[in-house]
């Protein structure tokens, strides 16, 4: 069974500062690996979604990496504002079917 | 752009009725997918929807639990006696055929009293 693990749980910076955020998975037969912000009581908002072959993805100041082998991804957030402040979760998708396993997600708060 | 859209944005019910929650996927998916959210805890995946019939679902979808597309837009999720233990956010997701991609709904708060 997929375990999907994110550390820190929670992580508070001052604005400006960049952020990084992990999230390992037990099994690496993956097929791809989204990251999600989720605003509380909120919904999920996609952010990116890497596929298994690919080695990173970008969208504007959000780079995510992907190390499939060694079961791991990284967000990166660069020069933080307080309008990041949510939590963010991210999920691995299996290669046999399309159910999401998510992690417990890291809260992010951006101090002004 | 088009999105998954989901009625009621909160729910409050007591132990024991019943509860459908609505979800309008995009258009043109043909595969449908509910989450649930309990405070505190992680999305957990209930159940998969693809051809009129379930694809997959998890132990925590039990027989309390059903799934409907009544018409060509709708997809429900139907709780037939609620316990406290409902008490979750519930997301829908929609994708289409050949997508990599679940594309999420702003879930519905069901409040168990």
């Known amino acids: 069974k997929q375990e999907v693990t994110q550390i820190p749980a929670a992580l508070s910076v001052p604005e400006g500062e960049n952020l990084v955020l992990n999230c390992s998975f037990t099994?690496?037969?993956?097929?791809?690996l989204q990251w999600f912000r989720q605003d509380p009581g909120k919904g999920l908002t996609s952010l990116l979604l890497?596929?298994?072959?690919?080695r990173e993805q970008t969208s504007g100041r959000l780079n995510a990496s992907l190390d499939k082998s060694s079961g791991r991804s990284t967000l990166y957030i660069a020069a933080s504002q307080p309008g990041d402040s949510a939590t963010y979760l991210c999920?691995?998708?299996?290669?046999?079917?399309?159910?999401?396993?998510f992690g417990a997600g890291t809260t992010v708060t951006v101090r002004a | 752009e088009p999105e998954v859209t989901q009625t009621p944005s909160h729910q409050v019910t007591q132990m024991g009725q019943e509860v459908i929650l609505r979800c309008v996927p995009i258009?043109?998916?043909?595969?449908f997918y509910w989450y649930r959210q309990i405070l505190g805890q992680k999305v957990e995946f209930l159940v998969s929807?693809?051809?009129?019939?379930?694809?997959?679902k998890s132990e925590i979808f039990d027989d309390q639990f059903s799934v409907e597309r009544p018409d060509g837009s709708n997809f429900t999720l139907k709780i037939r006696s609620t316990k406290l233990e409902d008490s979750a956010m519930y997301f829908c997701?929609?994708?289409?055929?050949?997508?990599?991609?679940?594309?999420f709904g702003p879930g519905t708060r069901l409040t168990v009293t």
């Open positions: 929807f693809y051809n009129n019939e379930i694809s997959e």
């Open positions: 890497i596929q298994s072959s690919q």
């Open positions: 997701a929609s994708r289409g055929n050949g997508d990599y991609e679940q594309y």
């Open positions: 999920a691995v998708r299996p290669g046999n079917d399309y159910k999401l396993s």
């Open positions: 258009s043109n998916h043909l595969y």
């Open positions: 099994d690496s037969a993956i097929y791809n």
